[in-house]
């Protein structure tokens, strides 16, 4: 099985910072991608971040120049620094992997943790 544990949600100002971090742990032989996504209240999961094995990355366009992702691979662990907050951002943040287990490839989600911004 593979494990992701979530942690950095809390509560905020508008105009602060958040980090969060995602640990992966379990049976995969490699990661590819691994990324942050999002869920306000009514509305759909959307990707906010993502970075692939060779440190690419991409962002949605509403956290561009304000959130940044990185990883450490030593680690199995990737990070979100959210900087900037902004009260549209108050969502449930999952931590998304991409690996490669004895079974093959597949997608894994954490538990979620909760960014809360306040105007």
């Known amino acids: 099985q593979v494990h992701l544990v979530e942690s950095g949600g809390g509560l905020v100002q508008a105009g602060g910072s958040l980090r969060l971090s995602c640990v992966a742990s379990g049976s995969i032989i490699i990661i590819n991608a691994m990324g942050w996504y999002r869920q306000a209240p009514g509305k759909q999961r959307e990707l906010v971040a993502g970075i692939r094995s060779n440190g690419t990355t991409n962002y949605a366009d509403s956290v561009k120049g304000r959130f940044t992702i990185s990883r450490d691979n030593a680690k199995n662990t990737v990070y979100l620094q959210m900087n900037s907050l902004k009260p549209e951002d108050t969502a449930v943040y999952y931590c998304?992997?991409?690996?490669?287990?004895?079974?093959?490839?597949?997608?894994?989600w954490g538990q979620g943790t909760q960014v809360t911004v306040s105007s």
């Open positions: 998304n992997l991409n690996a490669r287990r004895f079974t093959g490839w597949g997608d894994y």
